[in-house]
């Protein structure tokens, strides 16, 4: 259900503004490659709950799921990068932070840690890259809980 007027789907970018329930996902996988505009924080938090529904079913029924999940988290952070972006427009923040804390995550997870017998000067540089990781997981879910901002006032054509 989405409860927004046409005057802020146009302002936000986002015919899906303040969706709810189901019409929430199907705001954020319509919107895969809409990188301006705003996002709430229910269409982020379904898609949130579809996703770890998904990866939880899949390594459940079956451990072979892992070739089907890794293609489907390759799908979805493309879908997650640009809600990020909208999200963090939507509370005021750089929405290019989104996409690119996304993106660095993904690409840090896809990449395999340094074995017992690589260089000191190796296990440390990882280790401070994961530190980064944690940290900035921690500021993206800080900004994901903010509210959105009020749109901007619209003038009467009267």
Not at 13 to 20: D, E, F, L, S, V
Not at 39 to 66: C, H, I, K, N
Request: charged share 15%; glycine share 6%.
């Amino acid at each position: 259900m989405v409860r927004s007027t046409p005057e802020e789907q146009s302002l936000t970018n986002n015919k899906y503004y303040r969706a709810t329930g189901g019409t929430a996902l199907k705001a954020a996988l319509v919107n895969a490659f809409n990188y301006t505009g705003r996002s709430t924080r229910a269409e982020f938090w379904w898609l949130t709950l579809f996703a770890v529904g998904y990866f939880f079913l899949t390594g459940v029924v079956y451990f072979s799921a892992v070739i089907l999940a890794k293609t489907m988290a390759t799908a979805l952070v493309v879908v997650v990068m640009s809600l990020m972006a909208r999200r963090y427009q939507d509370v005021g923040a750089p929405g290019l932070l989104g996409t690119i804390q996304i993106a660095a995550t993904y690409l840090l997870n896809y990449v395999s840690a340094p074995g017992d017998n690589a260089e000191m000067g190796l296990r440390i540089l990882w280790d401070v890259t994961m530190v980064f990781d944690k940290a900035s997981w921690l500021a993206m879910f800080i900004i994901v809980l903010l509210p959105s901002r009020k749109l901007p006032a619209v003038a009467d054509k009267d």
